[in-house]
């Protein structure tokens, strides 16, 4: 699982490193199973019928494993093989990925039944996200753009396939390492479902002109209409000026959200150095993201925003350094949403 997990993680891989072994195995396996649906979903070669059933067969796998019983794995050929077409989103490694999903469902049955329990309630959320992809966005293309239409669903959206992560991480982390520590889980849970929006938030701003070229738009038909704005509009980089105010609106969300991550992460008691470093570094590169996505325009697909490696290294180190000092550590958060961590 250790070289699977770092052939298909860039980033979140680095958290998973860190986590107390006694919930690494539920969350890499949580992140495979959601790493393996999001890749039926999104490879546009195969069929989008094909993709929904297939889609829709895993979830019965995941519910299968989680209760323990026999698992019927999905006939996972020609998704596999679409992710070797050098035309596709895909990777060999995502194909690796889905072949040897078999082995990944199998250790998840050998969690306990409130683990078990627990994969499955996030599982379902996060497919369910991605069948509403699919339904919305499954005919859509660059030249017939589909979005999301209100507040309601983007918000819908970001909880199903991101949210609902936060509440799975909280209530593992309460279970093993943070048992019977004195904490309102009632406001740890509230804030873990807004850093997992956080996140996602962010890399739907990053990754607007992507998901433009395939015809789907994640900023809500309903706001764009505010501004005399349709999503076909965001293909031309000249649309920036108009759409810039309503864009520095979700810049801000996401800012708010990863700043309630924040909060979660030093709730966390200190002496917990693996959870709040393995918290706080999708927290620092997201918000360093944000900086970025605020100097360029977004609608320009010729300059993508994406954090070099060296960029997050940087980040991953200095929070790393800076642990033994709480009150320096602390404010990394506000440091880098200012561009002054390095005063």
């Not at 072949?99 to 994969?119: P, Q």
Request: proline residues 4%; aromatic residues 8%; contains cysteine.
């Amino acid at each position: 699982m250790h070289k699977l997990l770092r052939q298909v993680s860039r980033s979140f891989y680095l958290t998973l490193q860190v986590l107390p072994h006694t919930i690494k195995p539920q969350l890499s396996i949580a992140y495979l199973l959601a790493r393996a649906a999001d890749t039926i979903a999104d490879t546009g070669l195969v069929q989008v019928s094909k993709r929904m059933e297939t889609l829709l067969q895993l979830r019965k796998s995941i519910e299968e494993a989680a209760s323990g019983s026999s698992v019927s794995i999905p006939d996972f050929g020609v998704l596999a093989e679409a992710q070797n077409d050098r035309e596709g989103d895909g990777t060999p490694a995502e194909r690796i990925l889905l072949e040897k999903l078999g082995s990944v469902l199998e250790a998840l049955k050998s969690f306990t039944e409130n683990d078990r329990r627990w994969l499955r309630d996030a599982l379902l959320t996060i497919t369910h996200g991605q069948e509403l992809d699919l339904i919305r966005f499954g005919t859509a293309s660059r030249s017939q753009i589909a979005s999301i239409e209100t507040e309601a669903d983007l918000d819908e959206y970001i909880y199903c396939v991101a949210g609902c992560v936060g509440e799975f991480w909280t209530k593992v982390c309460r279970a093993y390492p943070l048992s019977g520590v004195p904490l309102d889980e009632e406001a740890l849970i509230a804030d873990g479902i807004q850093f997992g929006k956080g996140l996602q938030l962010v890399n739907i701003l990053r990754d607007l002109p992507k998901d433009l070229h395939h015809g789907r738009c994640y900023i809500p038909s309903e706001r764009l209409a505010q501004y005399g704005l349709e999503p076909r509009h965001l293909l031309d980089p000249g649309s920036i000026d108009r759409f810039n105010p309503l864009y520095e609106q979700y810049l801000k969300q996401a800012e708010l959200y990863l700043f309630k991550g924040w909060r979660y992460t030093t709730t966390i008691p200190v002496r917990f150095v693996r959870i709040r470093l393995a918290c706080s570094w999708p927290i620092l590169i997201g918000i360093r993201t944000l900086q970025h996505l605020r100097s360029d325009n977004v609608l320009d697909d010729r300059h993508r925003v994406k954090l070099s490696r060296l960029d997050m290294r940087h980040l991953i180190i200095r929070s790393a350094a800076l642990y033994p000092f709480p009150g320096v550590w602390n404010r990394m958060f506000e440091k880098v949403r200012r561009g002054a961590e390095r005063e």
